[in-house]
């Protein structure tokens, strides 16, 4: 049997008939979900004990979101994300840098562990991967990178699954664009050397995932987890198990 899989594009600005080597998989809400709210108690504890111990002022954190916010409408070229971040954090804080960072890092080190509990696999996550990599693709983790590698590595091991699965992670420490800018998947196909014709983009938000990706030119799936499979305008929806049935098939044309 191939280890490609042959699956008919609906845009006519796509080929019919390309054969599938890359699989580009969004993590939030298409891999694993995450209950931010279940224990936002101890959150707002720790973080408060982080703040004192950094003389920082309680308002700091909603500087934090702003510098993120920013951070991922910045659509220029000139620095990765992680240095955008502390650049507009800086500014709009006027702390210095060295202070800011160490707020970061402690951040990521001391909290995110509360969240381990709240953390649950998507249905078909883990047999997705393994389709994946049964058919031999390259397989990409494209998650908003807006995170440290450390954080989305954890994150991945909450939902049992594992970051070495995975050929490529995008995250704040190595990528200079977010989604939903389409810059963001060109810096995919550049640094990853994707062609888009031959890859498949799955994830839950349409706007964020599944518009900009098809834009470049890459097939979509989009992620319903509790709609039946469909095509709409040249995008396949549904669960992630249907998404997993087609790519073990040894011919999905008849499923498309």
């Given at each position: ?40 108690h ?37 620095m ?19 202070k ?24 078909g ?52 664009h ?51 499979m469909?095509?709409r305008k ?23």
């Amino acid at each position: 049997m191939s280890k490609r899989v042959r699956m008919f594009a609906y845009n006519g600005e796509i080929p019919l008939g390309v054969e599938l080597n890359t699989i580009l998989i969004d993590l939030d809400a298409t891999l694993i979900t995450l209950d931010w709210r279940k224990n936002m108690h101890k959150y707002y504890r720790k973080l408060k004990e982080i703040l004192h111990d950094l003389d920082l002022k309680s308002s700091y954190f909603f500087d934090v979101k702003w510098a993120a916010n920013k951070t991922m409408n910045d659509e220029t070229d000139d620095m990765i994300n992680i240095e955008k971040y502390f650049s507009y954090l800086n500014k709009k804080t006027d702390i210095e840098d060295k202070k800011n960072r160490e707020f970061y890092f402690r951040f990521y080190d001391e909290m995110f562990a509360d969240f381990r509990g709240d953390v649950r696999e998507v249905e078909g996550s883990h047999d997705l991967i393994a389709a994946a990599k049964s058919k031999g693709f390259k397989i990409i983790l494209a998650t908003n990178p807006l995170f440290p590698l450390s954080a989305v590595s954890e994150r991945l091991r909450w939902g049992n699954l594992d970051p070495e699965d995975f050929n490529f992670i995008t995250h704040m420490q190595n990528f200079h664009h977010c989604k939903p800018s389409p810059k963001y998947f060109a810096e995919i196909m550049k640094t990853q050397k994707v062609d888009p014709v031959k890859a498949l983009m799955v994830g839950d938000d349409y706007k964020y995932d599944i518009i900009p990706s098809k834009k470049m030119g890459f097939h979509t799936w989009w992620h319903l987890p509790n709609k039946p499979m469909k095509k709409r305008k040249g995008t396949l929806s549904g669960r992630l198990t249907y998404l997993v049935d087609a790519l073990n098939s040894s011919e999905i044309s008849n499923l498309l």
